[in-house]
């Protein structure tokens, strides 16, 4: 095992820091990053996706450089020059071609959330001292009542070509890179040769929550080249790649990861046309490697092993997995001909996918693992641009989050009998602060240079970190003992017909904290599997065996006591993480409707278990 990382104390604290894996590939700037990658990999395909018609049409990478450079010059002629402009809009080429003709030259990017409602987008715009911003068509409508009322938006830009509008606000993303070609023509190098500042803000992500609870994070072109040269030395992706862009591109997660780390590479980024056309797009794209969260990952896993108990080659499999398995301890590696077949379906081409934002299943980690798919658990944060660590080609441990990437340093915060306490990260890839919140930004970031996470966990002797759980939601039981809602999540999801699963403390009158938990019933399944959908009776009775096995292996004081079910999918953000605080108020405002010593309490049951 290949050793990607140091271990030493300082101040009292175990410290891991990561050493890579790879030779790093060092990014400078993002302009840079742009500039090289169309040098090198000229007209390779970047970028691939389908026009109206539904027809796959590519991008290179000069065309990329190009657009980028005719627009960010388009850009300052108009007034620009330096102030903040927001993106909103779907997974597209245009998204990534404003996203860099603002931060290499023009200005702030202030990414939003697709999803955010029109007051929500107005709220943000005034925070952020928005001046324009790039839409695509489905905010149309939108974007024209904002601008009834709004003063502060000098353009709205949409990605693409709209009917003339009498308003002179309003202009389109191709005719904008069209002017920007015809000044480039005339020697205008206003754009093209504007120097980067790498320390200043360059991009101002507010992170998930109501406009006035979300937090803006200043993130520059060193934070971000640093996080992809980091990730440069622990992942290994190849210019013949192709890269399904699938998580939203406002994040961090995606921004990085699926979009300037895949670019550096040289890799095809194809979009997607969304999480039901997921299997689509695997095969007719001829994905190779995909960046994901749990539930996605979680789901594929479900569905392959439900073909193949409908297929009734379930035993034959398993005989093909215990010959592979064992050819493997002796060196020989034949799982991608053996389960040929199995890939054909999900992906010919598929061979890594990268999970991060929560907890993943060990069992589907070693179950994918045993057909071929490498699936790289990793951990990071907005504050951090994002990705702080990850498993690699050498240091794969399932259940954890891999060793620092490459110049990073993490340490555990006042660990406690068994290791675990607060996860700290110092690197040059962490941000610059909140925006417009000093005190905030104090209470996270020390003197010198270390993060708080709020999330706990420990390092083990090679140097590897294991994610417990978020502080704030931590379980502490009457006895001092400690749990976390994660922790039982992923057991809860084993369970037949349970689509996702959340877990919390209650107290009791008396005083006792009581696990429970609420799942959401896999409706689709149930109607794929069953000649009739149980009662809900049933499905309790069936739920309540599952959980009484579970807690045949844990400590008294820590079963499960009580659960819910539901038929309505958890509240999450646009990375599929669940909203802790507005999941468990809705819960108990549910409960608190009902009467609580009834079974049936608006329309979830409430299940006492003995």
């Keep these: ?56 049409v590519s991008k290179s990478y000069i065309d990329f450089e190009r657009d980028i450079n005719n627009l960010g010059t388009a850009l300052i002629s108009i007034g620009l020059k330096d102030k903040r402009i927001a993106i909103i809009g779907e997974n597209r080429y245009e998204w990534g071609v404003a996203y860099y003709s603002i931060i290499n030259g023009t200005g702030v990017a202030v990414p939003m959330d697709k999803y955010l409602p029109p007051v929500e987008i107005e709220n943000l715009i005034e925070r952020g001292k928005v001046e324009a911003i790039f839409y695509s068509p489905a905010y149309h409508e939108a974007m024209v009542e904002i601008s009834k009322n709004n003063t502060r938006i000098k353009y709205y830009i949409c990605m693409e070509d709209i009917d003339r509008n009498t308003d002179e606000k309003f202009l389109s993303l191709p005719n904008l890179i069209k002017t920007g070609q015809q000044l480039a023509d005339n020697n205008d190098m206003s754009f093209i040769e504007c120097p980067v500042d790498r320390e200043k803000i360059s991009i101002l992500l507010f992170t998930s929550g109501t406009t006035s609870l979300a937090k803006g994070v ?79 990952i979680e789901a594929m896993y479900r569905k392959l092993q439900s073909g193949i ?59 994918f693992d045993k057909l071929g798919l490498k699936i790289l658990q990793g951990y990071g944060l907005t504050e951090a641009s994002p990705v702080v660590s990850t498993n690699n080609d050498f240091v794969n441990k399932p259940g954890t989050i891999g060793p620092p990437l490459y110049d990073i340093e993490v340490a555990i915060d006042n660990p406690d009998e068994n290791g675990m306490g607060e996860i700290l990260v110092r ?49 502490v039981f009457t ?53 009739s959908i149980p009662s809900d009776e049933e499905l309790a009775s069936m739920f309540g065996e599952a959980i009484k096995n579970i807690n045949n292996n844990l400590p008294k004081y820590k079963i499960i006591r009580y659960f819910v079910m539901s038929k309505e999918d958890l509240i999450k953000t646009t990375t599929l993480k669940i909203k802790r605080p507005l999941e468990l108020e809705k819960i108990k405002n549910a409960l608190d409707k009902a009467n609580t010593d009834m079974r049936k309490a608006n329309g979830k049951f409430i299940e006492k278990l003995s």
């Design 309 to 367: 108990e409908k297929s009734g080659k379930a035993k034959s499999i398993d005989m093909l997995i215990k010959l592979s398995e064992a050819l493997r301890s002796v060196g020989i590696d034949l799982r991608r001909k053996f389960f040929k077949s199995i890939f054909d379906k999900i992906g010919p081409r598929l061979r890594l996918v990268i999970s991060g934002a929560a907890p993943l299943d060990i069992d589907i980690i070693t179950g």
């Design 1 to 56: 095992m290949k050793k990607c990382v140091n271990i030493y104390t300082e101040e009292g604290k175990l410290i891991a820091k990561g050493t890579g894996c790879y030779p790093p590939r060092k990014v400078n700037d993002l302009k840079e990053l742009i500039r090289e990658s169309a040098k090198k990999y000229g007209n390779s395909p970047a970028f691939k996706f389908k026009d109206k018609n539904g027809n796959i």
């Design 479 to 531: 006895n001092g003992k400690k749990a976390f809602p994660e922790e039982y999540e992923v057991l809860l999801n084993d369970i037949p017909y349970v689509k996702e699963s959340f877990a919390w403390g209650n107290r009791a009158p008396d005083g006792d904290i009581q696990v429970c938990a609420k799942l959401v019933v896999d409706i689709d399944a149930l109607k794929s599997d069953k000649k």
């Design 427 to 475: 690197g040059k890839n962490i941000m610059l602060g909140y925006y417009e919140d000093p005190n905030t930004t104090k209470e996270v970031l020390d003197e010198n240079g270390w993060l708080r996470t709020g999330d706990l966990g420990s390092i083990d002797e090679d140097g590897v970190i294991k994610i417990s759980g978020r502080a704030k939601s931590m379980i």
């Design 218 to 296: 200043m993130l520059s072109h060193a934070n971000i080249a640093a996080n992809i040269t980091s990730i440069s030395s622990s992942i290994k992706v190849y210019p013949d790649d192709v890269h399904l862009s699938l998580l939203p591109l406002h994040h961090t997660f995606e921004n990085t990861i699926g979009l300037g780390f895949m670019v550096h590479s040289g890799v095809t980024v194809a979009f997607s046309d969304g999480i039901k056309h997921v299997a689509q797009n695997l095969q007719e794209y001829g994905v190779s490697v995909l960046v994901a969260v749990p539930v996605i």
